[in-house]
């Protein structure tokens, strides 16, 4: 079936770099007429939310919902697009997504969802963890859970009056065994590749311009505002990136890289000059970064993957406070350095943390790890084009209003 009218709905203001993610770019490409529909206030209205990329000749519809009274009032974007992708979604209905499937469901449009990127110790599981720091792990969660958006990740679609993904695209060979009861046996399974690999796809022709770098993958972690809803802890900006500033000083020193900041794609250094020293701070090139550095250094970011797929030794660093910041930031930690078979090096004092065997690899680790986490198909084709090319030949015409 060929899409006409495509309806793409964000939790986050519109980035650059979402542009060609969400696969608007692509979709432009194939004259699919596309609306996307910012609904970040009404999800995290406690947060920013600031816009400020220019969208004036995009070539694509862009609104932005303030109330939910926006929603009933642009209910006819969604009654007559072919399709609409859910970037709201994750792991199953949610309190926030729930209006939107439910009008999904009073227009009878299909969507299509993306099974979240897995990653390492998603399912909290650390097996060198004691009992007692397990139930005090449990204690947080439920204190900071919410408690309604809880028992509607637990009912039924039907319950709820939402109906199953027409589309489910899967990123990885762990996502494509994970549950999501928004999946169903009419689900339409399209088994692709996750971003990381699509860019590391894009970027890979660079890896033959290596340079004396090693690539710090900024997480902007005192000032990130995903960790706001999460309830984390408040970080140190101060002690923070002198911190950083000293692990950079060895690395330089003893190992004779140029460190290079590759800043989070939502970070705004400005304001912020001596952060990282004098050393380049680059937004928007982490791919290209990575493909030419000898070292990847790293607390837990989404970038690994693309550290892995460019076969780079990646260094994991952290210290006790980011290590306990977030009761489901050890899981992360301790399962990237389980499946890298790469040490947890802490940079808590100057001195203490060991620097020996930094450009190494374990082979079969990466192997694993890009067969389990970055990739549930053999195609090396861009990633939309394997998804707009999957809807295309489903013949699903019931999902599709004539």
């Not at 993958?217 to 990130?224: A, K, N, T, V």
């Not at 809803?229 to 990136?241: C, K």
């Not at 791919?287 to 076969?311: C, D, E, Y």
């Given at each position: ?109 299909p969507y299509l969802i993306f099974q979240p990127q897995i990653y390492p110790r998603h399912n909290l599981a650390t097996p060198r963890q004691s009992v007692i720091s397990w139930l005090r792990d449990l204690a947080t969660r439920i204190i900071k859970m919410d ?147 000898r070292l990847v250094i790293a607390h837990n970011s989404t970038g690994i993957g693309l550290a892995v797929a460019f076969r780079k030794p990646v260094m994991l660093i952290v210290t006790k406070e980011l290590y306990h910041r977030q009761v489901y930031e050890k ?72």
């Amino acid at each position: 079936m060929k899409l006409r009218r495509l309806v793409c709905i964000i939790k986050q203001p519109l980035s650059k770099r979402d542009i060609h993610r969400l696969g608007i770019t692509a979709a432009l490409e194939r004259n699919i007429e596309v609306t996307v529909i910012d609904v970040s206030d009404l999800l995290h209205p406690d947060l920013r939310n600031e816009r400020s990329l220019d969208l004036t000749d995009a070539g694509f519809n862009h609104l932005v919902f303030s109330g939910w009274g926006d929603l009933e009032e642009n209910a006819h974007i969604l009654a007559r697009a072919d399709l609409v992708v859910m970037a709201i979604v994750s792991f199953g209905p949610s309190r926030g997504a729930l209006p939107f499937l439910r009008l999904i469901a009073r227009h009878r449009t299909p969507y299509l969802i993306f099974q979240p990127q897995i990653y390492p110790r998603h399912n909290l599981a650390t097996p060198r963890q004691s009992v007692i720091s397990w139930l005090r792990d449990l204690a947080t969660r439920i204190i900071k859970m919410d408690p309604i958006n809880s028992i509607i990740a637990r009912l039924s679609p039907e319950l709820l009056g939402v109906p199953r993904a027409a589309f489910a695209v899967f990123g990885s060979a762990e996502s494509a065994i994970s549950v999501n009861p928004l999946i169903g046996p009419d689900t339409f399974r399209i088994n692709a590749h996750s971003w990381d690999y699509d860019l590391y796809l894009e970027h890979r022709s660079a890896a033959d311009q290596i340079s004396e770098t090693a690539v710090f993958l900024d997480q902007y972690l005192p000032y990130h505002e995903d960790y706001v809803p999460l309830r984390a802890a408040p970080l140190n900006a101060e002690h923070y990136y002198a911190g950083l500033r000293r692990v950079f000083d060895r690395i330089e020193n003893e190992l004779g890289l140029n460190v290079v900041i590759a800043a989070h794609p939502r970070s705004d250094y400005t304001d912020k000059p001596e952060a990282f020293g004098s050393r380049p701070v680059i937004r928007g090139e982490t791919a290209a970064l990575i493909a030419k550095s000898r070292l990847v250094i790293a607390h837990n970011s989404t970038g690994i993957g693309l550290a892995v797929a460019f076969r780079k030794p990646v260094m994991l660093i952290v210290t006790k406070e980011l290590y306990h910041r977030q009761v489901y930031e050890k899981h992360f930690y301790d399962g990237f350095a389980e499946e890298l078979g790469t040490p947890l090096r802490y940079f808590d004092q100057r001195d203490a943390m060991p620097l020996q065997g930094a450009l190494l690899i374990d082979d079969k680790a990466y192997d694993q790890y890009v067969a389990r986490y970055l990739r549930a198909s053999d195609e090396n084709r861009p990633l939309w084009d394997i998804i707009y090319d999957a809807i295309a030949a489903s013949n699903l015409s019931q999902f599709f209003k004539q």
